[in-house]
């Protein structure tokens, strides 16, 4: 099984490098299924229903989510509705939407897809940890292959998960920081490992925002009202191969593709 795991779409530049490039990659790559981080993919912050479906019909077959998942109301009525989108697992019991799914490659073969969110540095939720034990004790014995986006601010957090987890999930991949890193691996236990997948969006920005009001904000120390960037985009993710009879990891790729203009891209 072959999957493609879509680093964070920010914005209107974020959804047309998915646009621009998964039709092509889909063929390239023979892909069975690809999954996106959706989380700031309206307007930079939140998910809506008319942007979920965008992404859906560029050919996304699942969108996890993240800190941001609550920033447009109307995502509360439309995480009930919408079985393709996965929120972090670890809010308190009670919030709209699913913290995992279980989707079908073909009648044989199904995998699990999990979104769980870190806690150093962003909201103190339900333990990460623990959650995912619960998670795959409850799923235990229905599928094989599960990937996990834990969407985290700290690395040594997102280290300690993957380690944690090796061996009993296929994918622990990292998103939230809008900066692929390169350490990309299969760990001891069989588990495929990125600290984080990086970012779909506009490239000349600070992870997405305008780098004008960024750097005020850093000159200045004062507060800003950021907007999402807009011009050439990059596309980030990684491709993920899979063993479907043990569910184990065979390969992990990082992919990165950006919109050549001249003003930006000189050299490539």
Same mark, same amino acid.
């Given at each position: 099984m072959r999957l493609l795991i879509i680093g964070d779409v920010v914005? +209107?530049?974020?959804?047309?490098?998915?646009?621009?490039?998964?039709?092509?990659? *889909?063929?390239?790559?023979?892909?069975?299924?690809?999954?996106a981080n $959706?989380?700031?993919?309206?307007?930079?912050?939140?998910?809506?229903?008319? !942007?979920?479906?965008? =992404?859906?019909?560029?050919? !996304?077959? %699942?969108? &996890?989510?993240?800190?941001? %998942?609550?920033? *447009?109301?109307?995502?509360?009525?439309y995480l009930d509705e919408e079985v393709?989108?996965?929120?972090?697992? /670890?809010?308190p019991p009670g919030v709209p939407g699913v913290g995992v799914g279980i989707f079908g490659k073909n009648k044989k073969v199904k995998?699990? !897809?999990? /979104? =769980?969110?870190?806690?150093?540095?962003?909201?103190?939720?339900?333990?990460?940890?623990r959650k995912a034990d619960d998670i795959l004790e409850e799923i235990k014995g229905r599928v094989m292959v599960i990937i996990i986006d834990f969407h985290a601010e700290a690395t040594s957090e997102k280290v300690a998960m993957g380690r944690y987890l090796d061996g009993r999930i296929s994918a622990l991949l990292g998103t939230h920081t809008h900066v692929q890193t390169a350490d990309e691996c299969i760990l001891p236990?069989?588990?495929?490992?990125? &600290?984080?997948i990086g970012m779909t969006g506009p490239f000349d920005s600070v992870i997405g925002v305008k780098k004008e009001m960024v750097i005020d904000s850093f000159i200045t120390? &004062? @507060?800003? +009202?950021?907007? %999402?960037? &807009? $011009? @050439?985009?990059?596309?980030n993710g990684v491709v993920v191969d899979i063993d479907e009879n043990n569910g184990k990891a065979t390969a992990i790729k990082r992919i990165q593709k950006y919109e050549v203009d001249e003003l930006f891209f000189k050299n490539i």
């Open positions: 914005g +209107r530049s974020g959804r047309r490098a998915v646009k621009a490039n998964l039709s092509r990659l *889909k063929k390239e790559l023979d892909l069975d299924m690809v999954i $959706g989380e700031n993919a309206a307007g930079g912050k939140g998910i809506t229903r008319e !942007v979920a479906r965008d =992404l859906f019909a560029s050919g !996304v077959d %699942v969108l &996890t989510m993240g800190n941001h %998942v609550w920033n *447009k109301r109307e995502a509360f009525e393709r989108i996965i929120r972090p697992a /670890n809010y995998l699990a !897809v999990i /979104n =769980l969110a870190g806690r150093v540095f962003l909201q103190p939720l339900d333990c990460p940890f236990g069989g588990t495929a490992y990125i &600290t984080d120390q &004062t @507060p800003q +009202r950021f907007e %999402v960037a &807009t $011009g @050439p985009f990059q596309f």
